[in-house]
């Protein structure tokens, strides 16, 4: 199916949580933690970009730890959060790679969960992987399409969520793809805390999808997290997962 020429308007603005204030900052990102603790495995310093930040957490926490952090966000609430609470330089832009043309090349370059929505993934891809610094690294996050709850669910899987996913990308897809362009993967997992986070998250929307009654929607996302934690030994396994996460770094030639 063609991408809609209004795209724009399946992000409304109730699409994207701004807090009221900072102090929703540190324990609305604890959740967040397990991200920065990935990046710190690889780099534990010097520049980073977030694209897609939403508010911030991430780029918070990055903060926090000592980077020095940029963002690329296509909302104007959000940016105006990110550059006067969270206290990042944040880019207000649709168009990561226009905006990565402008700014010097980074350690860290972040996605988390955002691949999936760009209409031209493999040209941001090429585009970042030139801006990163020798020995940089790359993250992504994104669903997985080769997920056992794909296979169950199909075109009712919540993370298909067409038209704001564009696309989903087979991990071997994807990892070829960032191989050749020079970069080593690193991390290549379905069982990190955010991935299994998403599982549950998939089987409690779509059996609240079922109906449109908010009571009954309740109480099919109870039944939905019970069944998440029957299929979740099925989910643990490698490549099974609903979400991938994904480090590649850059050669040092």
Known sequence: MPVPTNLAGYYPESYHFVPKSSEYLEEGSKPENYKIEIVKEFVNHGRLLEIGPAYGSFTYLAKK???????????????????????????NSDDPIAALGQSDPYDVIALWHVIEHLPDPWPTLDTICANLKPGGIVVLASPNPGSFQFNIMGCRWPHVD?????????????????????????????????????????????????????????VLSLTGQLVSLLFSPIEKIEGKGSAYTMVFRKDYK
């Open 65 to 91: 730890a000592g980077f020095e952090v940029d963002a690329i966000e296509m909302n104007t609430r959000c940016c105006e959060f990110l550059n006067k609470v969270v206290g990042v330089n944040a880019i």
């Open 162 to 218: 067409a038209p704001r996913h564009l696309m989903l990308i087979p991990m071997k897809l994807l990892a070829e793809k960032l191989e050749s362009l020079g970069m080593k993967a690193e991390l290549i997992t379905t069982t990190d805390q955010g991935s299994v986070g998403w599982n549950t998250f998939g089987w409690k929307f779509f059996f609240a999808n079922l109906s449109s009654q908010l009571y009954i929607k309740k």
